[in-house]
C-alpha cells in the first residue's frame, strides 16, 4: 500500500499545561529490521505523558519525542527480520514514545494481538498498564493466589488493571480511592473493599479484613503513604512503588522495614532494556490474554477524545475526575 511522506502528530511545543499539546506535521517514521510501522486506530493516555509534558520525563535515547506509550491499530510495514507479523495484522504495542500520532513505530516483539472479544480501539487501553501490573506484581512481587493485595489509586488505569488482573488469579484485593463512586466501580472490578481514602483510613480497615496484614502493596501515591504502608504491612511482605504523585522524598521511620522483614522495591517500564520488555510482553500473551478472552478481565476506559484533542485529554487526566484508562482515537481514514 502507498504511504504518506508526511502524519500529523502531537508534539510538546515546549514544557507546561496541556496547551502545549499541538497538532504537527512530521515526516514518516521509517522502521528498521525488528520494527512494525502501526497505522494507529487508538493510542492510551498514561500519566508518564503528563510527566513528559511537563518536563519531568524525558524521552529515552533513540525514541520518539512525541508522547505515546502504548497504541493500537494495524501494520501497514514490517522489518526485514519480522517474522510474526504481516501487513494487515491488527495488534497492539508498547512503545517507548510516539503514539500520539497518526502512525506509530514499535518492535516487533513488543506487539501482540488483539484479544479476543475486544475491539481493536479498547486494546489501546491494555499495553502500558498490563506491562506494568504483569511486572510489579507477579515478577517483581511474586504475588501468589490467596494473598491480600492492596492497590492505591484503585479507579486509574492501573489501578483499574490490577484489580481485575488480580482477583482473576486468586488474589483478595483491596482498594483506595477518593470517592464513594470510584470505590463501587473498584469492587465491581473484583476488589473485596474499597476504602474512600479522603473518609477513612485504610490502615485500621485492612487491619480489620486481613489477617495479619497485607502480604502486597501497589503504590503509586507516595508521599505520606509510605510510612502507611509499612504499618499495613503482614510480615515478609513486598512493598512495589510504581509512581510518587505526593513526592517522592519523605522523612520516614524505617524500624517497621526491619522487624516486618518487608521488601521495599520499585520500577519504571519504558527505561527498561528491550529483552526485559520481551519477557514480559511473554508473560502478559500467555497469563493475561487468556483472561482476557474468557471474560475475567476488560479494559475499563473512561472517555474517547480525537488525537488533535490531547489537550482535552491531559486536562481530564489531571482533574484525576476519570476512572479507568483515555483513549485518543486517529482522525485519518
Known amino acids: 500500500m502507498s504511504l504518506p511522506d508526511n ?60 508522547p505515546g506509550l502504548e497504541v493500537s491499530g494495524t501494520v501497514v510495514a514490517t ?16 512503545l517507548a514514545g510516539g503514539g500520539y500520532a497518526e502512525y506509530a513505530l514499535a518492535d516487533a516483539s513488543l506487539c501482540l494481538p488483539i484479544p479476543e472479544g475486544l475491539s481493536l480501539e479498547d486494546a489501546a487501553a491494555l499495553p502500558e498498564t498490563c506491562f506494568t501490573v504483569w511486572h510489579n ?34 488474589i483478595k484485593v483491596i482498594a483506595t480511592a477518593g470517592s464513594d463512586e470510584k470505590c463501587r466501580v473498584c469492587e465491581k472490578l473484583g476488589a473485596i473493599k474499597a476504602i474512600n ?17 497485607v502480604n502486597v502493596v501497589l503504590d ?6 509510605v510510612q ?20 517522592s522524598k519523605v522523612e520516614i521511620d524505617l524500624m517497621p522495614l526491619m522487624l516486618k522483614q518487608i521488601v521495599l522495591t520499585g520500577s519504571t517500564l519504558r527505561a ?10 511473554q508473560g502478559v500473551e500467555t497469563q493475561v490474554w ?28 489531571e482533574s484525576n475526575k476519570h476512572i479507568g484508562k483515555l483513549l485518543l482515537i486517529s482522525e485519518s481514514d
Open 197 to 213: 481514602y479522603r473518609e477513612h483510613n485504610f490502615v485500621g480497615i485492612c487491619a480489620e479484613l486481613t489477617d495479619g496484614g
Open 137 to 170: 506484581l507477579f515478577e517483581r512481587a511474586q504475588l501468589k493466589p490467596n494473598e491480600w493485595l492492596l492497590v492505591h489509586g484503585g479507579s486509574s488505569g492501573i489501578g483499574t488493571t490490577a484489580i481485575q488482573m488480580a482477583s482473576a488469579m486468586g
Open 228 to 247: 502507611q504502608n509499612f504499618a499495613v504491612c503482614a510480615p515478609k511482605a513486598r512493598i512495589v512503588n510504581i509512581a510518587f504523585l505526593r513526592g
Open 220 to 225: 503509586m501515591v507516595g508521599g505520606d503513604y
Open 79 to 94: 522489518g526485514n527480520e519480522v517474522t510474526r507479523w504481516k501487513i494487515g495484522d491488527q495488534v497492539c504495542a508498547l
Open 7 to 66: 502524519q500529523i502528530s502531537i508534539e510538546i511545543t515546549q514544557p507546561g499545561g496541556p496547551n502545549v499539546l499541538q497538532p504537527a506535521s512530521r515526516p514518516m517514521p521509517s522502521h528498521n529490521d525488528n520494527q512494525v510501522l502501526i497505522k494507529v486506530a487508538a493510542a492510551g493516555v498514561n500519566r508518564p505523558d503528563v510527566f513528559q509534558r511537563l518536563g519531568f520525563y524525558p524521552a529515552p535515547p533513540g525514541a520518539s519525542d512525541i
Open 272 to 281: 527498561q532494556p528491550l529483552k526485559d520488555k520481551k519477557r514480559i510482553a
Open 290 to 317: 487468556p483472561l482476557i478472552a474468557e471474560g475475567k478481565f476488560k479494559s475499563v476506559v473512561n472517555n474517547r477524545f480525537p488525537l488533535s484533542h490531547a489537550s482535552q485529554a491531559h486536562e481530564l487526566m
